[in-house]
Nanobody, 124 residues
Framework: EVQLVESGGGSVQTGGSLTLSCSAS??????MGWYRQGPNNVCEPVLF???????YYGDSVKGRFTASQDNAKNTVYLHMNSLKPEDTANYYC????????????????????WGQGTQVTVSS
């Protein structure tokens, strides 16, 4: 059974850092994406990776977010620095690669496998 499980979310103050994890079972990571859905309820692509290399950064996170991959653990990580209140969202990892999104993340269920999400709250 294919499963993605995110963890590492929490509350942090502006300027702080968090690292999210996404562990996979039932398959090996190839191309994957991190997404988020904030109060506007529209899914936003954050970052895409392909075999451990980052291939895309969303404009709003460039220079602040990076990603890494641990193949032995079949886990990818989203390292978030200089966090801002507008980064507050539920963060998802997925095998879907979607660059233009206008709906909630759940509407893209058919594009790939998705985790359950982990909430990140950044307070000012």
């Amino acid at each position: 059974e294919v499963q993605l499980v995110e963890s590492g979310g929490g509350s942090v103050q502006t300027g702080g850092s968090l690292t999210l994890s996404c562990s996979a079972s039932g398959f090996t990571f190839g191309e994957m994406g991190w997404y988020r859905q904030g109060p506007n309820n529209v899914c936003e692509p954050v970052l895409f990776m392909n075999t451990g290399f980052t291939s895309y950064y969303g404009d709003s996170v460039k220079g602040r977010f990076t990603a890494s991959q641990d193949n032995a653990k079949n886990t990818v990580y989203l390292h978030m620095n200089s966090l801002k209140p507008e980064d507050t969202a539920n963060y998802y990892c997925s095998t879907a690669i979607v660059r233009t999104m206008t709906f909630p993340c759940e509407k893209y269920d058919g594009f790939g496998y998705w985790g359950q999400g982990t909430q990140v709250t950044v307070s000012s």
